[in-house]
């Protein structure tokens, strides 16, 4: 401090001389004569000159040097007091002080390796480049989750505040601020295979690490405890602690951290807990106790906040799968064709500039070039993507690894498969050999002998039901199938092939190291379907196939197999599993599982499925599986089968698909019902021509107590669609919208429609506004908003269409019977009231509770003597996890025969929620909400422009408005 002193008082000083210098050369300013100029200056006169040409700068200098000093002080105040504290607190508790250093030192080194485990990726095919890591970040690509729990609360009339903002999709950040609400600790977060769930944790591992903490929503720092559920470890058929298994992780990745500090950790800090991938705990049993242990961890650390992955496969509610405690559900939705754009320029970015580092003699590169080069190639695969002709490839392509791939093969080959199978086996071929051949490398052994390794190999695993495996393990079933090759007269070793598949190809990495494991469980589930594929002549193989049918574990080999099968293999496959007891009652799961596959299946062949649905031994249920499965194909021999079927029934006096409860019913008639005028022959259904011949059922009128006002309301004689509106009904809707309805019955022009409609709609508050004036963008408007692949299958109900669209296709019905009977321009839209509409409440209420024998109403549609809802009638509280195929649940059905009155979606109504409110009604609950909603008196609603998955529509033919 003395010489900051000193220096304050020596700048003074020289200020004093300054001034009084500066008087005396204004004195002598007033002399006429000049000076005399001295030949030489003292060094004090030179000081003086200085200041004299530099006033200003001398008081800076002054007054900085005055709050240096203060500064100075200050800190050593402060350093002193630390001192001393540390000091105090080191002789009040030494151990302590121990205790907590070998905490830091523990903390540092695991996020050490959590940053080189995660923070870099490698960019699996990237010629040159396969061992040189990039940043997480410069590849990653927020993904979209849905937020599902808003889309349940958004049906709560008190919820107005969340209505008002509801059906935002939420990106990763978003979902995260959201999820911490209140009391409740966990997000799960649901994902197709290869939708980037891992890759995500990673990211939220980083942010914690780079301290962007608050962009997760969370205020103070966290320390974020990873954890891969895949290697758990099991002590007396439990899983053990969580601070052992994290003890365990960092010894595998040689970090010496006890299971105490783990649980100091998670006891005393703020920690954020990732659980990766509860579907890869390959026992169904297992994994039920697995989420039990998680419920249990969420219980006893207040101080945390969880993150657990899993395919949506295996997280079932049906399997008795779900984790018993207060959580946040969001479903990763497909990569959008703007997020799709956004990856593949980083990607190829990335790939650029680190092909480019390693070419350059001195490290460097030409950053503007890379960028103009990677954004030609990203805009290329882009352009083919979405050719109108490659649109089963942007489903693919909504898979963040699936378009990894289809990047990999676009830079090389400049064209991509056009399905699943082969773009794995594309992919797989040129990562093995192909890349290095480009390169002029020699493979270690070619790619066809590289797959006769792995195929067989893979399927064991898969058998073991394991993701990774001991590296002394797998070398002695590798080593005897690579002594078959001769490879330049030298013996390739298995430790040497598979340092290969790690290093090279990229296929495999090391967990631990003893043992290793496939990059992503995809390329084992496709090594081993290509296994059983290419041994015909082994049956168990096929057998393990069929009696693995619905086990989650199973079905990407499944889809795999199928989607590679000829048609004879197909049919083979078909006759199969409907010999197998398996086969006799399918959970819906499976039904789903089943109508997949045969919409990937490249060739089909209906041979078994038409013998077993004609065999007297095939029960009832697996003659439905059998019907759906033939209708989903879909060919005219397909349909022919179906309808021969359904004669032969109704000719022997029974249906084809029997409804309990009220009258049989066929799946599709024999014959087309033609009736001229449904209001003067009243038949007791009829089938609609203008949509597929989609079945009306009439429901006969009466009078009964509604329950939204408690008064006395008569329904006249209503004709209700069976089913809700489908995705395939509803396409035919927006293909007659873009003039691609090629018809020769359609007499209606869109022209036409357009007018009325706009007609229609200035009758309807809101409508107008909402549909614009260009064409491309009413098709847009009036498109199915959900893109999940989950959703959209051709006899799934049609959802993602808000009530303005559903008004709409209603009126396209109501004209196009109205054009055939009065071409032209002759519509008038007061005659409209006699067609196509939605019901209103007080005619669902009637249809779906009706009268009972006992002249009282049913609580649910389903006859009363079969009780509450349960599996087997409905489809609600996520059971499923998506919404089902229309005709699934038979028993559920009204006396009458309507399909899907409760649960699967909500519907619909004509009228408003309330008279003061210009919200419509909705009705039946939903696959998504609890059995509640499912009562025939349940009601809710929502704003007529919004839209969600669990919301769709039916229509009524009626004479009143």
Not at 186 to 192: A, S
Not at 377 to 383: L, M, N, P, T, V
Not at 539 to 560: A, I, T
Not at 642 to 669: L, N
Request: with cysteine; glycine share 4%; aromatic share 12%.
């Amino acid at each position: 401090m003395k010489k900051y002193i000193l220096l304050f008082l020596v700048i003074v000083l020289f200020s004093s001389i300054y001034s009084q210098d500066t008087t005396r050369v204004a004195a002598d300013s007033s002399s006429a004569e000049p000076a005399p100029v001295q030949k030489e200056q003292s060094f004090f006169h030179k000081v003086r000159h200085f200041f004299e040409q530099n006033i200003f700068l001398g008081i800076l200098l002054t007054i900085g040097s005055i709050c240096f000093g203060i500064y100075q002080y200050m800190q050593r105040f402060k350093d002193t007091r630390k001192k001393t504290e540390i000091a105090r607190k080191t002789e009040w508790n030494l151990e302590d002080q121990k205790n907590r250093s070998a905490e830091e030192i523990s903390e540092l080194l695991l996020l050490k390796t959590y940053k080189e485990k995660f923070g870099k990726i490698q960019l699996v095919g990237a010629p040159g480049i396969d061992s040189v890591p990039v940043n997480l970040i410069d590849t990653f690509v927020t993904l979209s989750l849905s937020d599902t729990w808003r889309a349940e609360n958004q049906f709560k009339p008190e919820c107005k505040a969340e209505i008002e903002r509801e059906h935002r999709i939420l990106n990763a950040k978003q979902v995260m601020q959201r999820a911490f609400d209140g009391d409740r600790r966990l997000l799960l977060v649901i994902g197709d295979p290869g939708s980037g769930k891992t890759t995500l944790l990673k990211h939220y591992t980083m942010c914690c690490i780079e301290n962007n903490t608050k962009e997760l929503g969370f205020v103070n720092p966290v320390l974020p405890l990873f954890f891969p559920l895949r290697e758990l470890k099991w002590e007396n058929g439990e899983p053990a602690s969580l601070n052992k298994q994290l003890h365990k992780w960092a010894e595998r990745h040689e970090v010496n951290i006890s299971a105490e500090i783990f649980y100091q950790w998670m006891q005393k800090r703020n920690t954020f807990i990732l659980l990766d991938g509860l579907d890869e705990v390959s026992e169904v049993a297992k994994r039920r106790k697995v989420c039990r242990w998680i419920a249990d961890i969420v219980a006893g650390l207040g101080q945390a906040r969880f993150v657990v992955t899993s395919r949506w496969t295996g997280y079932q509610k049906l399997d008795g799968i779900e984790i018993p405690t207060s959580l946040w559900r969001a479903d990763v939705r497909p990569f959008s064709p703007q997020q799709q754009k956004e990856f593949l320029q980083k990607w190829f970015q990335a790939v650029t500039t680190q092909e480019n580092i390693l070419k350059s003699k001195d490290q460097t590169v030409d950053v503007q070039t890379s960028e103009k080069k990677a954004l030609k190639d990203a805009d290329a695969i882009y352009g083919f993507l979405y050719r109108k002709e490659n649109q089963n490839l942007q489903e693919l392509a909504a898979t963040p690894l699936l378009l990894q791939i289809m990047a990999i093969i676009w830079r090389e080959k400049k064209f991509l498969p056009h399905h699943r199978f082969m773009l794995y086996s594309l992919s797989l071929n040129y990562l093995l050999e192909f890349r290095d051949l480009v390169r002029e490398l020699k493979p270690l052994i070619p790619a066809h002998q590289a797959v006769q390794v792995l195929a067989p190999v893979s399927y064991w695993m898969q058998e073991k039901r394991t993701d990774s495996v001991k590296k002394q393990e797998i070398y002695k079933k590798i080593q005897p199938i690579l002594n078959t090759f001769a490879a330049n007269n030298r013996k390739v070793t298995a430790h040497a092939f598979c340092e290969n598949l790690r290093d090279r190809a990229g296929l495999i990495v090391d967990p631990s190291q003893d043992e290793c494991m496939f990059r992503h469980k995809s390329f084992r589930e496709y090594f081993s379907a290509l296994y059983i594929s290419d041994n015909p002549d082994n049956p168990q193989l096929l057998c393990k196939l069929v009696n693995s049918f619905g086990d989650d574990w199973w079905e990407e080999v499944l889809r795999f197999y199928i989607n590679q099968c000829n048609a004879d293999r197909f049919d083979i496959f078909m006759s199969e599993l409907f010999k197998a007891k398996i086969s006799r009652e399918l959970s819906q799961t499976a039904q789903n599982l089943l109508q997949t596959l045969i919409s990937e299946a490249q060739a089909k062949k209906i041979t078994a499925l038409v013998d077993f649905l004609n065999s007297k031994k095939t029960n009832e249920n697996q003659k439905r599986y059998i019907l759906e499965s033939l209708r989903s194909i879909g060919t005219k021999e397909a349909l022919a089968e179906i309808a021969r079927f359904a004669q032969k029934r109704v000719s022997e006096g029974k249906a084809a698909v029997i409804f309990t409860g009220g009258k049989d019913r066929i799946i599709i008639p024999p014959e087309k019902q033609k009736v001229k005028n449904i209001f003067t022959e009243f038949p007791d259904s009829f089938y609609n021509p203008w949509e597929e011949n989609a079945e009306y059922i009439r429901i006969s009128g009466g009078s009964y107590t509604f329950s939204v006002n408690k008064k006395q309301v008569t329904v006249p004689d209503t004709y209700f669609a069976r089913h809700p509106v489908t995705n395939r009904q509803y396409r035919r809707f927006i293909a007659f919208l873009n003039n691609e309805l090629n018809e020769k019955k359609i007499k209606l022009t869109v022209d036409l429609y357009l007018k009325v409609l706009a007609n229609v709609a200035n009758t309807i508050k809101g409508f107008s506004e909402y549909i614009p004036t260009a064409h491309d963008i009413l098709l847009q408007r009036f498109a199915i908003k959900e893109d999940n692949k989950r959703f959209l299958s051709d006899e799934q109900p049609v959802v993602g269409v808000c009530w303005y669209n559903a008004v709409a296709y209603c009126l396209w019905l109501t004209l196009l019977e109205a054009a055939s009977q009065k071409p032209g321009e002759n519509i008038q839209i007061e005659h409209l009231a006699s067609f196509y509409r939605l019901p209103h409440e007080r005619e669902w209420e009637w249809a779906a509770a009706g009268r009972e024998p006992d002249g009282l109403l049913r609580p649910y549609p389903w006859p009363k003597q079969k009780g509450k809802p349960t599996k087997l009638l409905a489809n609600y509280e996520k059971m499923v996890g998506t919404t089902t195929p229309i005709g699934r649940y038979p028993d559920g059905a009204t006396p009458e025969g309507l399909m899907d009155m409760a649960g699967n979606v909500w519907e619909w109504q004509a009228n408003k929620y309330e008279s003061d409110r210009p919200w419509p009604a909705l009705r039946g609950g939903s696959w998504y909400n609890n059995a509640d909603n499912l009562r025939c008196s349940a009601r809710n609603n929502n704003n007529p422009d919004n839209y969600n998955n669990n919301i769709g529509f039916r229509v009524v033919r009626s004479q009143s408005c």
